[in-house]
């Protein structure tokens, strides 16, 4: 995995050197060591660093705060200060540039890599955001410029609350367990930081996948991803697609595949059918009661290819089946089962980019089919 690289802001030139040592045997590059602010700008336009520890007083005539600012701005970079200042004042005007931390001297390696990995998370999740939310204005590309839209725009207003709505949880929760390490580090044992960055890894991956799926949703929509299809053997595809939820599932779910005849094969994309049936079997496992079955069935005619996914599970309340391919709804019976709302419009998305239909059969408490029917 590669390191972040470093720019040092720091005008006493022994005490850089101890940062860049720290640094180093932390495994971060040190793209260089920068006393003042006209050159520390000079530094970040010419190595491209990933992130700028700042000392608020360094020389010349601005100092550190009024840097932050303008590196913030011109540079989207984010800013670590790392000062021995801490009056009331001097914190005001730092917070007003947004830091993602602020390291107290003396400092040790282990705060300064705690803030460091946190930062750069925040700042990842940050620049995600606003690709998930440019992705959601940019839907409509062309209608929105045009007369007798309101219900797209409000639809795509709809479709921003929503994301909103959804990032705000995981972003919570990377803001608690950041706090607690800024601000609490120094009474917080070793296994309780390790607990609270997984808090953070797991609110990330979450919003990771929400941002996927929101990105995926965009391409289907307005016939972006590239749709290829080829004569594939259907069966060894299937084959192929079960077996990590076997090697992952199998000691919780059994998994049947049948298929009918025992030689299929038909004109599907390969890339865009996998994402559907695996989004399908996840939704069965992970709407199953452990132990439960999940079924594919696979059945061919002439004329088309049927995949059934069939579990056990909760099943779709009747209310919830009309929206059931909206995007960001989500059954009203799932709790706190995790989820974006989104698999199933890209399925249905996925599905008639082949020309085929999905339909569902359901009953609450007594599990799901969906079935996937695709011209030959």
Not at 24 to 34: N, P, R
Not at 106 to 133: G, M, T, W, Y
Not at 295 to 305: C, K, M, P, W
Request: charged share 20%; aromatic share 6%.
């Amino acid at each position: 995995m590669v390191k972040a690289k470093v720019l040092i802001v720091e005008d006493e030139i022994l005490v850089a050197r101890e940062i860049e040592g720290c640094l180093q045997e932390l495994g971060y590059g040190v793209t260089g060591i920068a006393a003042d602010a006209e050159v520390a700008l000079q530094q970040i336009a010419e190595t491209q660093p990933d992130l700028a520890l700042i000392d608020i007083v360094i020389q010349g005539e601005q100092d550190g705060v009024t840097l932050a600012s303008q590196v913030r701005d011109r540079y989207q970079i984010p800013i670590i200060y790392l000062t021995a200042y801490v009056d009331e004042q001097t914190l005001s005007r730092a917070k007003l540039t947004r830091p993602l931390g602020y390291i107290l001297k003396p400092f040790n390696k282990n705060d300064l890599r705690v803030a460091i990995e946190i930062a750069l998370a925040r700042h990842q999740i940050e620049l995600e955001e606003k690709s998930a939310i440019l992705a959601l204005v940019e839907r409509y590309p062309n209608e929105t410029m045009q007369p007798n839209t309101d219900d797209i725009t409000s639809q795509s207003f709809e479709y921003l609350s929503i994301l909103s709505h959804e990032l705000r949880n995981p972003i919570s929760a990377i803001q608690l367990a950041t706090t607690m390490l800024k601000d609490h580090s120094d009474q917080i044992d070793e296994a309780k930081k390790q607990q609270l960055l997984h808090r953070i890894q797991a609110a990330t991956s979450s919003m990771n996948q929400l941002i996927e799926d929101v990105l995926t949703l965009g391409h289907t929509e307005h016939h972006a991803t590239p749709f290829h299809p080829e004569v594939t053997d259907v069966v060894e595809f299937c084959q192929m697609l079960l077996e990590p939820f076997q090697w992952d599932r199998g000691k919780q779910h059994t998994i049947n595949f049948t298929y009918q005849p025992a030689s299929i094969h038909a004109c599907i994309d390969k890339r865009l059918l996998w994402y559907a049936v695996s989004n399908l079997l996840g939704n069965a496992i992970k709407y199953s009661p452990d132990k439960a079955t999940v079924t594919l069935r696979v059945s061919s005619t002439n004329e088309e290819i049927c995949f059934e996914v069939q579990d056990q599970g909760i099943g779709i309340p009747p209310d919830d089946l009309e929206h059931l391919f909206k995007p960001f709804h989500r059954g009203s019976n799932v709790g706190k089962l995790p989820g974006t709302g989104l698999g199933l419009a890209i399925v249905k998305r996925i599905v008639e980019l082949h020309d085929g239909i999905i339909d569902v059969e359901s009953q609450a408490g007594c599990g799901t089919t969906f079935s996937m029917k695709l011209p030959l």
